[in-house]
Each structure stands twice: as C-alpha cells, then as structure tokens.
C-alpha cells in the first residue's frame, strides 16, 4: 500500500520561508506519474498549489507562482514544497499526492490524485 507522510509544516512570520517534505513509500518513480500538493484553510475548499510529473514538468498555481518550489528526489522517494515568501493567506493544511500512471496537463493530474498523505499545518502570522 502506497504511503505518503508530510512533514515541515509550522509557524512562521510574514515573508518567510519553510520547506514541506513528502516521503513516499512502496512507490518507485516514474515519468508518466504525477504529483501534487494541496491545501485548505479553514472554511475554504481544498485547492492544488503545485504539480510536478515524473520527468519534472511542473505547474503552479497563480497564488503562488514564484514563490513556490515543488521538485522531486528520485533517490530519496520524496516529494517537497519550497515555500518562499510566504504570506497570511498561505496559511493552511498542506497536504501531499500521487496518481501512478497520471499525465500531468494544465490543470494538474489529470485523473485526479490515488494517494494523499495525512497533512501537515503551516501558519503564517503578520
């Protein structure tokens, strides 16, 4: 059973920056999957921040184009989140995704996500 576990989530103040990590396991990378990250915020939907595909194609969302960073470590079967910037409104549940055999296209995976991992809380104060 493929299993995603987050980590790196916590406070920070306005114009910080932290760097989620998403390990990965019984799940050997491949070009043709795709990966995400997620978030909410309190009240709000669940919305994609950024994906990346095997071969390391990504797609951000506008809110957070160039401030953020996804990339993939092939060696360490782990997944991150590079968070620059950061403001208020990027305060939320972050959470990682998989989909094995999933194009990446413009709107991320596009079957949709098979494996989420459990979330991890990032905070940012003004």
């Known amino acids: 059973q493929v299993q995603l576990v987050e980590s790196g989530g916590g406070s920070v103040q306005s114009g910080g920056s932290l760097r989620l990590s998403c390990a990965v396991s019984y799940l050997t990378f491949r070009s043709n999957d795709c990966f995400g990250w997620y978030r909410q915020a309190p009240g709000k939907e669940r919305e994609g921040v950024a994906f990346?595909?095997?071969?390391?194609?990504?797609i951000y969302a506008d809110p957070v184009k160039g401030r953020f960073v996804i990339s993939l470590d092939n060696v360490e079967n782990t997944l991150y989140l590079q968070m620059n910037s950061l403001k208020p409104e990027d305060t939320a549940t972050y959470y990682c995704?998989?989909?094995?055999?999933?194009?990446?296209?413009?709107?991320?995976?596009?079957?949709?996500?098979?494996?989420w991992g459990q979330g991890t809380l990032v905070t940012v104060s003004s």
């Open positions: 995704a998989a989909a094995p055999h999933t194009l990446l296209v413009p709107d991320g995976c596009s079957y949709g996500m098979d494996y």
């Open positions: 990346i595909s095997g071969d390391g194609m990504t």
